[in-house]
Nanobody, 124 residues
Framework: VQLQASGGGLVQAGGSLRLSCAAS????????MGWFRQAPGKEREFVAS????????NYADSMKGRFTISRDNVKNTVDLQMSTLKPEDTAVYYC??????????????????WGQGTLVTVSS
């Protein structure tokens, strides 16, 4: 599967932004999906994940209540709605797909496919 992330940009603190990840292929609903981010000089960190049907989601603690992950298995997209953004949310955001039914979903190594990333910059 190929992933294409979009929607990044510059936003003021307290603002909102919606990222979208478009997936190619006809088996999108067989992939567990996740969003990660990487700030300059830092390791890639987990943001959120969503199961195959969209009925199960998980978030990093610092994103709970501010970010919402969703997917559309007809359009083959997974979105990340971000609100109440903070300057520390500035990073390149990546979508990822996992074909495995197992594994800790917050670990990058458990994902097989990655999008190219989209930059989110939050100004103070």
């Amino acid at each position: 599967v190929q992933l294409q992330a979009s929607g990044g940009g510059l936003v003021q603190a307290g603002g909102s932004l919606r990222l979208s990840c478009a997936a190619s292929g006809r088996t999108f609903n067989k992939y567990f999906m996740g969003w990660f981010r990487q700030a300059p000089g830092k390791e890639r960190e987990f943001v959120a994940s969503i199961n195959w049907s969209g009925g199960g989601t998980n978030y990093a603690d610092s994103m709970k209540g501010r970010f919402t992950i969703s997917r559309d298995n007809v359009k083959n997209t997974v979105d990340l709605q971000m609100s109440t953004l903070k300057p520390e949310d500035t990073a390149v955001y990546y979508c990822a797909a996992s074909s495995s039914p197992w594994g800790i979903r917050s670990l990058p190594r458990n994902y097989d496919y990655w999008g190219q990333g989209t930059l989110v910059t939050v100004s103070s």
